[in-house]
C-alpha cells in the first residue's frame, strides 16, 4: 500500500472521485438476450454492481461491429447492440442512466446511478451516407470509432497500415459533421496517416479512448511521442487500454500501466490521460486488475508513485469529462 495513505483511504478517495472508462465492449456478451446488466455475474469484466463496487461512475458502452457483419450490414448490427443498450437501460432505470451532456453525467452520480455513454467502435454503422450518422446522434450515441483495424469508407484501420491510407475525403465530413453533432472523434485503431488527418481536420478536442504509449511499449494500436503531443495541443485525451499486449510485451501488471502514465505525463503534464480499458473486448487482463471492481490499485498506484490528488483526480475523470464537457456539451 501507499505509505502516505491506508487501503481505506485509498479507497475512500477514489470513491468520492468520478471515474470515467472511455470503452468497454460489454454490450457485445449480452447480445445474446439471457443476461442482464443489473445481475452481478462471475464471467466477463463489468455489470452493474461491479461497475459501482469498482467506483466506476460513467462508462463508455462501445457498439463492436463484428467482421461478419462488414461492410454492408454495420448500420443494423449497430441498431441492434443500441436497441440493447436501451432495454438494459430500462432494465435497470433506478440503477443506470443514459447520458449526453455532461450535466446529465453529473446528475447521474449525484443520484448514484451508473452513467451510460452510448458509443460505435466501427465507422461501417455510417456506411457512405451522413444521414446514418445524424440518425444515430439521435438515438444517443455521443462517440464513435471512426474504424476498427480494417479500412472502410471513412478511413483505414491500423490493420491495412502499408498502404499510408488516411482519412478518405468522405471520411473529412464525416469527422467535421461529428464535431458539428457533439459527437466525440475517437481515432482508436487508426493509421497514423488517418490520426494525423484527423488532427488537421477536427476543430474540436478528440479521443484515444483505448490507447497506450508506443514508446513504453511498441504496438501499432498504441501512440507514438509525436501523437501523444499533437494530441495534447488539440486538447485530447487519451484512455489507458489494460490489453496486456498493448501494456507489457512479457508481463502485464498494474505497475505496467503505470508506466504508460508516467511517460505521458512526463511528456505533455497530467491533462492528456485517462482510463479505456476494454475490458470485455480483451481475453485476458493485467495482474491486479481482473476485472473493474480492482479499478481501485490504479488510484493506489498513483499515489505510491507520488501523484498529487488532484492530478489522480484528473486521470481517474476529470480530464475525460472536460473532452465531454467541450465536446458533448
Known amino acids: 500500500m501507499s505509505a502516505q495513505l491506508s487501503e ?4 475512500e478517495f477514489h470513491r468520492r472521485c468520478t ?20 445481475d452481478r455475474r462471475g464471467d466477463g469484466h463489468i455489470d452493474l454492481p461491479r461497475l459501482v463496487e469498482g467506483g466506476v461512475d460513467a462508462q463508455f458502452f462501445a457498439c463492436y461491429i463484428e467482421a461478419e457483419y462488414k461492410p454492408d450490414r454495420g448500420l443494423k448490427r449497430a441498431l441492434q447492440m443500441i436497441d440493447l443498450f436501451y432495454q438494459q437501460l430500462e432494465s435497470n432505470a433506478g440503477r443506470m442512466a443514459h447520458c449526453t451532456t455532461s450535466s446529465q453525467i453529473e446528475e447521474a452520480v449525484k443520484s448514484g446511478k451508473v452513467a451510460a455513454i452510448l ?24 462517440s ?10 471513412i478511413a483505414d484501420g491500423i490493420g491495412e497500415q502499408r498502404t499510408k491510407g488516411g482519412l478518405t475525403n468522405f471520411g473529412v465530413q464525416v469527422v467535421k459533421e461529428m464535431n458539428r453533432l457533439g459527437i466525440i472523434v475517437d481515432v482508436s485503431h487508426l493509421t497514423d496517416e488517418g490520426f494525423w488527418d484527423v488532427i488537421e ?13 508506443r514508446a513504453v511499449c511498441y504496438h501499432p494500436r498504441n501512440l507514438a511521442d509525436d501523437q501523444i503531443k499533437a494530441l495534447a495541443k488539440n486538447g485530447g485525451v487519451m484512455g489507458m487500454n489494460f490489453a496486456p ?11 505496467g500501466i503505470l508506466d ?9 503534464g497530467p491533462d492528456h490521460v485517462g482510463l479505456g480499458s476494454d475490458f470485455d473486448g480483451i481475453r485476458a487482463t493485467p495482474e491486479g486488475l481482473d476485472d473493474v471492481t ?10 505510491q508513485r507520488g501523484y498529487s490528488e488532484e492530478d489522480v483526480e484528473k486521470i481517474l475523470g476529470k480530464n475525460h469529462l472536460r473532452v465531454i464537457r467541450e465536446v458533448m456539451g
Open 8 to 11: 481505506i483511504q485509498v479507497r
Open 19 to 38: 471515474v470515467v472508462d472511455t470503452h468497454a465492449d460489454t454490450l457485445l456478451r449480452y447480445m445474446d438476450g439471457k443476461r442482464n446488466l443489473g
Open 119 to 142: 458509443a460505435i467502435e466501427g465507422g461501417e454503422a455510417i456506411g457512405d451516407d451522413l444521414a446514418a450518422l445524424r440518425a444515430l446522434q439521435r438515438l444517443g450515441v455521443r
Open 144 to 153: 464513435i470509432g471512426l474504424v476498427w483495424n480494417q479500412r472502410n469508407l
Open 201 to 213: 481536420t477536427s476543430t474540436v478536442p478528440i479521443m484515444a479512448t483505448h490507447s497506450n504509449s
Open 245 to 255: 499486449y498493448f501494456v507489457h510485451k512479457e508481463k502485464a501488471t498494474v505497475d
Open 260 to 268: 504508460h502514465i508516467d511517460h505521458i505525463v512526463d511528456l505533455v
Open 294 to 303: 480492482q479499478t481501485w490499485h490504479i488510484t493506489d498506484g498513483l499515489f
